[in-house]
Nanobody
Framework: QVQLVESGGGSVQAGGSLTLSCIASGYTGTPVAMAWFRQAPGKEREGVANIWRSGAANYANSVKGRFTISQDNAKNTVYLRMNSLKPEDTAMYYC????????????????WGQGTQVTVSS
């Protein structure tokens, strides 16, 4: 049974940094792709970044140049380094894997983590 567990969230001031981690357990190999999403209260879920097994990555325009997604395939762990954080980055951040259909940012993922809260104060 696949499980995704996020960690690393917290409260920071604007301009600060955080690194989120997501450990994927239960896979017999390396996930083909993993992604980070976020959802703020009253807003739709937003795809933040994804990374393929090859290392190729995609980013939402809102985080390009500030966030970096990376992975450690040996540990089935994906990271999201978030720099220059802004109050509008405040949200619950979720890890997802196994894209079944659609694009990386709007598709249907089979597995989701429970989320980790990121709060950025001005």
């Amino acid at each position: 049974q696949v499980q995704l567990v996020e960690s690393g969230g917290g409260s920071v001031q604007a301009g600060g940094s955080l690194t989120l981690s997501c450990i994927a357990s239960g896979y017999t190999g390396t996930p083909v792709a993993m992604a980070w999403f976020r959802q703020a209260p009253g807003k739709e879920r937003e795809g933040v970044a994804n990374i393929w097994r090859s290392g190729a990555a995609n980013y939402a325009n809102s985080v390009k140049g500030r966030f970096t997604i990376s992975q450690d395939n040996a540990k089935n762990t994906v990271y999201l380094r978030m720099n220059s954080l802004k109050p509008e980055d405040t949200a619950m951040y979720y890890c997802a894997s196994d894209l079944r259909t659609g694009t990386w940012s709007r598709g249907d993922y089979r597995y989701w983590g429970q989320g980790t809260q990121v709060t950025v104060s001005s």
